[in-house]
């Protein structure tokens, strides 16, 4: 069965990286992208953006343009979701969520990875 | 940027439809998807395309999307779809989700 089994919980201090880990099985890894969707406590979602596994070409959303990065490993059957100078407003659980291509829906999703952004 | 838009909270009785509409510009033009998501959990996709729902998802769970509204309808309500549901649609290579719709089953 398809699995995303995403890394542990993260606290991080302003101005700091956070690398999230999404490991997949259980379907061919490079015929599906993978997108980022985060959620801030008691909000709603905000997609972060997209990646194709095939050729590794991104899709970001603009308001996170030149802080995020999303890469993959197919030596693993890993996604992996960089956010750079974090803010109090960055903590959130990030979701990574399989998409065969950046405009179909999001049909299988990771059980989601907190990060506090706390001083 | 585009933007849709859901009703904060939605309430039915058990047994009735609740009905979750989600608004946006043209967005009958567009494909619509639906998630539902239980606290603590990550969200599911009930509804893709419009009308379409995934294996494994009941058919009380449909969809329409029209003009400028799509629709998420639960019929035969039942206590266990007490959750918050989002509306999903795609512009300008761009994923956008609605602000979300808690439902209440009382």
């Known amino acids: 069965q398809v699995q995303l089994v995403q890394s542990g919980a993260e606290v991080k201090k302003p101005g700091a990286s956070v690398k999230v880990s999404c490991k997949t099985s259980?379907?061919?890894?490079?015929?599906?992208?993978i997108s980022w969707v985060r959620q801030a406590p008691g909000q709603g979602l905000e997609w972060m953006g997209w990646i194709s596994v095939y050729n590794g070409n991104t899709n970001y959303a603009q308001k996170l343009q030149g802080r995020v990065t999303m890469t993959t490993d197919t030596s693993t059957n890993t996604a992996y979701m960089e956010l750079r100078s974090l803010r109090s407003d960055d903590t959130a659980v990030y979701y990574c969520?399989?998409?065969?291509?950046?405009?179909?829906?999001?049909?299988?999703w990771g059980q989601g990875t907190l990060v506090t952004v706390s001083s | 940027s585009y933007a849709l838009t859901q009703p904060p909270s939605v309430s039915v009785s058990p047994g009735q439809t609740a009905s979750i509409t989600c608004s946006g510009n043209?967005?009958?033009?567009?494909?619509a998807c639906w998630y539902q998501q239980k606290p603590g959990q990550s969200p599911v996709l009930v509804i893709y395309?419009?009308?379409k729902r995934p294996s494994g998802i009941p058919e009380r769970f449909s969809g329409s999307n029209s003009g400028n509204t799509a629709t998420l309808t639960i019929s035969g309500t039942q206590a266990m779809d007490e959750a918050d549901y989002y509306c999903q649609a795609w512009d300008s290579s761009t994923v956008v989700f609605g602000g979300g719709t808690k439902l209440t089953v009382l």
């Open positions: 259980g379907y061919p890894f490079t015929s599906y992208g």
């Open positions: 043209k967005l009958g033009d567009k494909y």
């Open positions: 395309q419009d009308t």
């Open positions: 969520a399989r998409a065969y291509n950046y405009a179909t829906p999001l049909d299988y």
